[in-house]
């Protein structure tokens, strides 16, 4: 079992800056693919960035150029770089890890941008 432990959220205005922080309770090497989703009020929930075992990230359009996932893994930490925020990015943003036979979230960081 794995706990995913999001920080970093916030209120920010447009065109701010954030990073949010994923934290595992256990060693995140094994996992081929981790990531970043976030959920909007009355939305389903979306990909935002995705990061492999090997380093391949990749984004969803709207985050592109914007957005930079990065991973930690002597750290056990996943982060997530958000630049020039933009309202439409309000949202409850969530850590995935997936492995070959197990996948987690974590509970969620509230990330409000202001216009």
């Known amino acids: 079992q794995v706990q995913l432990v999001e920080s970093g959220g916030g209120l920010v205005q447009a065109g701010g800056s954030l990073r949010l922080s994923c934290a595992a309770s256990?060693?995140?090497?094994?996992?081929?693919?981790m990531g970043w989703y976030r959920q909007a009020p009355g939305k389903q929930r979306e990909l935002v960035a995705t990061i492999t075992s090997g380093g391949t990230t990749n984004y969803a359009d709207s985050v592109k150029g914007r957005f930079t996932i990065s991973r930690d893994n002597a750290k056990n930490t996943v982060y997530l770089q958000m630049n020039s925020l933009k309202p439409e990015d309000t949202a409850v943003y969530y850590c995935?890890?997936?492995?070959?036979?197990?996948?987690?979230w974590g509970q969620g960081t509230q990330v409000t941008v202001s216009s």
């Open positions: 256990r060693s995140i090497f094994s996992f081929y693919h």
């Open positions: 995935n890890a997936r492995g070959n036979y197990e996948e987690y």
